[in-house]
């Protein structure tokens, strides 16, 4: 039982987050409410009373934040580590509050937090005053569609109730927070350790007239009016129990639908219009937004999941190309054309960022040149799609217009973003389809054509044993072509440094070029450092099936550096060249290659001889 009981009803629901830097006292502050609001069980403030002994950092009284920190790792460092979700109510109104973490580090976290969230209480430590992450929380706010925001200027105890003090941070923050679009921003001065004006208006602090946190987070409206927007229905799941049922069920993310509708699947085009809509209580008459709906057409036309039903007056732009926001969330920096997975609703995609238009400098908001994102940056690019999709800009529909970029390899979230606007660019450009294809122009020649991926370390041997390999089919009578990283920065890669991004971008002209040979009926002989797997990936998604066969010329780097043809190891171990991959670069060694060729005591014409032997394996005489 509650401490103390109270009744529990239904109300109105306000989704809110406290954010700020670290050791502001967020989790003190929503322990506070917890307790104000006496929703606290028995045992656990008798349990939280015995860990204030342990962990706390109050003296003897009881440690209000251990009732949210609940990992050990964030009582024994005294910090919030991953986001805590807590329930409470009051009279008036129903809550779900999202503690984030302060720490830099896991500004990711936040971001989670922020993403469900109608309100965010940013807190500033009376002492500090705007610090760095107190900006980068509010424009990750502003960024992510929050437009009431509540400065608690907190230990306002720790300066004696100053007046003068919380004038001068709530100027400061709102000059800062001019340019990020806020609806509403509302100061309050508290002492979240002793709930002054939390839940109780102060006596502390006469020359305060404004309400407590408590009193504004009951009565701010921060409604939406979703039903009033453009009809947006993502299809979650394809329901067929049986042969006489056909339903798309799913949460209607805006707008209202009803029976006799018209409806368009947005991506295809194909129309048709609502039969019936389903729940379990029974067919309604009509829906808006926030219903889990199945939904019935009278037509039967190819709705898959993924797919959004939409009004045929108020289709979204479909485009594979658009403009928007990125937090980077990787430890791993963000390279322009390196390949991620995209997930913007229920869809899936390839999807690459094709250039980054600018860095923001959260402290100043002032746009910066950038060639990458590292972790916690936040920047401004263009991406490239696998398929055309249907866009909302964020700013007009979360569910249509968020998205997340996952790592290929590790399945990591690498960053969250945020749909501006799709690009229209190249409109009037098709893919042109000619009578004479890839497989013709292969039949002519009797050829399989495909690319031989040759990757290793400088010195490695890779150009020379694929010119053996070349030789042979040459002689075999077979179309064959060999793409060189020394030869290809003559021309093609000639503006191209040796940076990762300038690294990134080398490989995927080439495995551009390695496509069109491909696709002459030709088999294509690709020797590259290559040193990172997410482009080798890149290439080889470029591909059909079968025609991508990566070959990993595996040499000792101590054998490398031993033969060093061109002095390149003794001028890099001098610093006279950077980024030199084996001395102050990586390489990524292919963990799944079709061919692993050991080199150590072996000859070139060995070597070679093993890349033959697969190659008749597969049907191709050489």
């Not at 907190?154 to 004038?167: A, G, M, P, W």
């Not at 101590?558 to 610093?575: F, I, N, T, V």
Request: charged share 25%; hydrophobic share 40%; proline share 5%.
């Amino acid at each position: 039982m509650p401490h103390r009981h109270l009744r529990q009803q239904q109300h109105e629901l306000l989704r809110f987050l406290t954010c700020g830097s670290v050791d502001d006292g967020k989790s003190t502050l929503i322990g506070r409410l917890l307790y104000d609001s006496q929703l606290i069980f028995e045992d656990t403030l008798a349990a939280i009373t015995r860990d204030s002994r342990k962990h706390g950092t109050t003296g003897d009284d009881i440690d209000l934040a251990l009732l949210v920190d609940g990992l050990e790792a964030e009582r024994q460092q005294g910090i919030t580590i991953d986001v805590a979700y807590r329930f409470f109510q009051t009279p008036r109104r129903s809550f779900i509050v999202a503690d984030t973490p302060g720490h830099e580090q896991y500004t990711r976290n936040m971001a989670t937090g922020a993403s469900a969230a109608s309100l965010a209480v940013i807190l500033i430590d009376a002492r500090k005053g705007v610090l760095t992450q107190t900006r980068r929380h509010s424009y990750i706010c502003s960024l992510l569609g929050i437009r009431d925001i509540v400065v608690a200027v907190n230990k306002i105890d720790l300066v004696k109730f100053d007046q003068d003090t919380f004038d001068r941070i709530v100027g400061d923050y709102v000059t800062f927070a001019s340019e990020l679009g806020f609806r509403s921003i509302v100061p309050v001065p508290i002492s979240a350790r002793y709930g002054d004006n939390v839940t109780s208006r102060s006596g502390n602090m006469p020359w305060y007239n404004g309400p407590t946190l408590l009193e504004h987070l009951e009565t701010v409206d921060v409604s939406q009016d979703l039903a009033a927007r453009p009809f947006r229905f993502p299809v979650q799941w394809v329901n067929r129990p049986n042969l006489d049922f056909r339903g798309f069920a799913g949460t209607i993310a805006s707008g209202r639908i009803a029976p006799g509708d018209q409806v368009v699947v947005a991506a295809s085009g194909k129309t048709s219009r609502i039969a019936r809509i389903v729940t379990a209580d029974g067919d309604l008459p009509a829906a808006e937004a926030g219903e889990a709906v199945t939904l019935t057409l009278e037509d039967e036309i190819d709705v898959a999941r993924g797919d959004i039903l939409v009004r045929s007056a108020e289709r979204p732009p479909v485009a594979d190309q658009f403009a928007g926001h990125l937090l980077w969330m990787d430890e791993e920096a963000m390279l322009p054309g390196r390949g991620y997975l995209m997930r913007i609703g229920n869809i899936w995609t390839p999807c690459s960022v094709t250039s980054i238009r600018h860095r923001v400098d959260v402290n100043t908001l002032e746009e910066h040149a950038a060639r990458r994102l590292s972790l916690n940056e936040i920047g401004f690019c263009n991406f490239s799609a696998g398929q055309p999709i249907p866009l909302d800009p964020y700013a007009d529909n979360r569910a249509t217009g968020a998205f997340i970029l996952v790592d290929r390899f590790t399945n990591r979230t690498a960053g969250a973003g945020m749909v501006a606007f799709p690009l229209r660019r190249a409109s009037n450009i098709h893919h042109e389809h000619f009578t004479i294809d890839k497989a013709a122009r292969a039949a002519l020649v009797g050829n399989t054509p495909m690319v031989l991926w040759f990757t290793g370390l400088s010195g490695s041997g890779k150009s020379t044993i694929a010119n053996i390999v070349e030789q042979a089919l040459h002689r075999a009578g077979r179309p064959t072509y060999s793409l060189d990283g020394d030869n290809i920065r003559h021309g093609l890669c000639r503006d191209l440094g040796f940076t990762a991004e300038d690294r990134v971008e080398n490989i995927r002209r080439v495995g551009e070029v390695a496509k069109l040979f491909v696709d002459a009926g030709m088999v294509v002989l690709c020797s590259f450092i290559s040193p990172f797997r997410a482009e080798r990936r890149m290439v080889r998604d470029l591909l059909g099936p079968g025609e991508f066969t990566e070959v990993f010329v595996d040499t000792p780097i101590e054998a490398c550096m031993a033969r060093d043809p061109k002095g390149l190891y003794a001028r890099a171990q001098a610093g006279q060249i950077k980024n030199f991959t084996g001395i102050d670069s990586p390489y990524e060694a292919p963990e799944h290659a079709e061919l692993h060729i050991l080199t150590a005591g072996r000859t070139p014409e060995d070597c070679a001889e093993e890349v033959l032997e697969r190659l008749r394996a597969a049907g191709i005489a050489c």
